[in-house]
């Protein structure tokens, strides 16, 4: 009680994530296409190797950004 429209104590606080979460995901693959590195990496048909450090250097970019936790950063 006592909180708006019936919220919980914790509803879109800094551990409600479905949002920020759905903000960014959505237009990611969008953006993701456009970028000149993963162009070049899918065109060049890097290696696995390659494409988990790329995809990984991407999370930890968009987590530093945004100062997410891990937890978040991997639902995105």
Same mark, same amino acid.
């Given at each position: !009680?006592?909180?708006? !429209?019936?919220?919980?104590? #914790?509803?879109?606080?800094? +551990?409600?994530? !479905?949002?920020? $979460? /759905?903000?960014? /995901? #959505?237009?990611?693959? !969008? *953006?993701? +296409?456009?970028? %000149?590195?993963? &162009? @070049? =990496?899918?065109?060049? &048909? $890097?290696?696995?190797?390659? =494409?988990? %450090? ?5 999370? #930890? *970019?968009?987590? @530093?950004?945004?100062?997410? #936790? @891990?937890? *978040? =950063? =991997?639902?995105?």
């Amino acid at each position: !009680g006592g909180y708006p !429209g019936g919220a919980g104590p #914790d509803e879109f606080g800094p +551990t409600s994530t !479905g949002g920020l $979460t /759905s903000n960014l /995901s #959505d237009p990611l693959p !969008g *953006t993701l +296409t456009k970028s %000149n590195v993963f &162009r @070049a =990496a899918f065109n060049g &048909r $890097t290696s696995k190797g390659v =494409a988990i %450090n790329l995809s990984n250097n991407l999370a #930890d *970019t968009i987590s @530093a950004i945004f100062g997410l #936790d @891990a937890n *978040t =950063a =991997a639902m995105l």
